[in-house]
């Protein structure tokens, strides 16, 4: 089973009718299923009653059947919510005629694919903009991979170029898979960024967080949870599944992310 986790994220920049807009953030699901058709997944969606649900990748593995299972997720949540959607380095992996059938099956569903692109959300006369980022493969730095280029860095500029210019004046929410580069998203102008990738570092040490990250990092700064820097935030999924590596004192996670407008209480 999974547990939820809440966060409270409050700024300034977020407009008054969108105090207490929530989202639903799932990721890493890599073909987990929760009960019959993910029904205990999707009790506790509707449970929580959010605005909007957001996946920010690596919702299915290639060539085991998972995406199915994802594209009747996605189904039946459509029917109730928007769904926003990310791809992570799994589905960029498939080969490219699963990847085009997925990604064009969930598109006709109703999901919304952002792959560097944008989308603004309104409330009466207020906007949020929520952007999708991804990013070549060579930027998850995995050593098993032929195009491992070691040191590489995902820069402000390459998420300039990528998105283009951040609308400074917005609330600006960024979807990406891979929170190493959050640095360069936050400096860009994601007030805040949802990622997941790192599945909570694998192996939980009390005290010292997560182990290891899918690039081999030990104890990587972003492994899981609600990061503030510079006035900007960062949520990080532990994600729900598993891939290759089984969770230890890491129990899968579904976050729900609430807006707020003001104060300094910025997590819950
Ligand atoms: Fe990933």
Known sequence: MFRTVHYEIRSPKVPEPFDGFSMVHLSDLH????????RLLIEKIR??????VVMTGDMADAGDGSALGLIDLCRRLLETYPVYYVPGNHEQAMKPE??????????DL????????????????????????VMAMTYYKDPMREDYVKGIHFSTEDTRQALGEAKESRFNILLCH???????????GADLTLSGHIHGGIIRIPGLGGLLSPDLTLFPKYD??????????????????????????NPAELVLVTLRTKGDKRDV
């Open 224 to 249: 899981g949870g609600c990061f503030h820097e510079s006035g900007r935030h960062l949520v990080v999924s532990r994600g729900l599944g598993n891939h290759f590596l089984v969770r230890v004192m």
């Open 110 to 133: 109703g999901v919304l694919m952002l792959a560097n692109q944008r989308r603004s959300i309104w409330r009466r006369e207020a906007c949020v903009e929520v952007y999708g980022l």
């Open 98 to 107: 699963e990847q085009a059938w997925l990604m064009g099956t969930l598109k």
């Open 31 to 38: 073909g987990a299923v929760y009960g019959e058709k993910n």
């Open 178 to 188: 891979n929170p190493l580069y959050f640095p360069s998203y936050r400096d860009w």
């Open 47 to 52: 449970e929580l009653q959010p605005d909007l």
